[in-house]
């Protein structure tokens, strides 16, 4: 009977022990991962074929919200309820690249594909390019974006 009690307890001592690894690591995943908050977009361009496209700001507010493994974006003109649109989905980091992928659209030919970006924080800039293609739709540009985290 002794030895079952030492035996119990010794086992509660290493699930405890796993837990709390776990939970650390966890914690330590979520402080390393700086993406991870509100950002407001301040900037973007769309570089397709020979043609710069500077997006309009000034107009609409553009949000992305990134928590541990979701991305969500949102945009709405700016005094009206014209021109909203929003998107999310799951989304990989790995070091500097950062790949989403677009599960939530309205546009069915962006919905299911994957996007890799390379990003960069400097300060509380968020700062993401890469190349957007979807050749089944014909769609090929390199993108950048900025924004500034929310606080």
């Known amino acids: 009977m002794k030895n079952r009690v030492v035996l119990i307890g010794c086992l509660l001592v290493l699930v405890s022990c796993e837990q709390k690894k776990e939970k650390e690591a966890i914690s330590v995943m979520k402080e390393t991962n700086n ?11 769309i ?4 043609s710069l496209q500077i997006k309009d700001l000034s107009a609409s507010e553009f949000i992305k919200i990134i928590n541990d493994d979701h991305f969500a974006f949102f945009n709405q003109r700016k005094g009206t309820s014209e021109g909203f649109y929003a998107g999310g989905g799951q989304y990989i980091l790995k070091g500097d690249q950062y790949t989403e992928t677009l599960e939530y659209i309205g546009a ?4 299911g594909h994957d996007f890799s970006f390379t990003v960069e924080i400097k300060g509380d800039t968020l700062i993401q390019y890469g190349l957007e293609e979807i050749k089944e739709q014909n769609i090929k540009r390199n993108v950048t974006e900025k ?5």
């Open 35 to 45: 993406l991870i908050g509100s950002w407001k977009m301040i900037y973007a361009d």
């Open 47 to 50: 570089l397709e074929n020979d």
């Open 108 to 111: 069915e030919n962006l919905r």
């Open 147 to 151: 924004y500034i985290r929310i606080k």
